[in-house]
């Protein structure tokens, strides 16, 4: 995929995230990329102003892709023969079943039992907070971003407190 084609998407996903709140990981999976920091002395920030920094398609290690949904992994399961990573949700979809070619053994079935290896790379990432339009200025490692969308982001949907239901 060409770089034009690269931003004209990320724009679309950019603007389509610009007021929505994410309150998981799993919501916040479409704009990972967009959230990305790039620590090195080459960042390259090809998004509208809203978004800090983005990494391109080949400055991401694409073991940390899913070949499924193509965004970074969530909640990662690994084949137990060839060790290829996908997220959970979209081994699901593929009934826990490696699509590999010449593959079709089984998904771990716990998500993040993945070789040690990948883990490390997937919190090597650092992200800023998917709600920074909203306000959240936090900076997190892969590991701290589903925690934090859940419970600590200043920036996400609270229940009333008068137990109305309402946000």
Partial sequence: MNQSTYSNQLQ???LTHQSKVCNSIE??????????TNLGQNSVNTIP?????????NEIDQNL??????????KP????DCQYIICFKCAQQTGMQCQEKDCGEQFTSKPGRIHKLYRV???????RCPNQMMGCQALLKY???DDHLQHECESRDRPCP???GSD
Wanted: aromatic share 6%.
């Fill in 77 to 80: 399961v690994e084949c137990q």
């Fill in 121 to 127: 790379m997937l919190n090597q990432l650092e992200f």
């Fill in 12 to 14: 679309m996903i950019s």
């Fill in 162 to 164: 008068n137990g109305c």
């Fill in 49 to 57: 102003n809203q978004y800090t920094s983005i990494l391109s398609d």
């Fill in 65 to 74: 892709v899913c070949p499924v949904c193509k965004f970074i992994v969530v």
């Fill in 27 to 36: 919501e916040a999976q479409p704009i990972l990329r967009l959230c990305l």
């Fill in 143 to 145: 590991d701290q971003l």
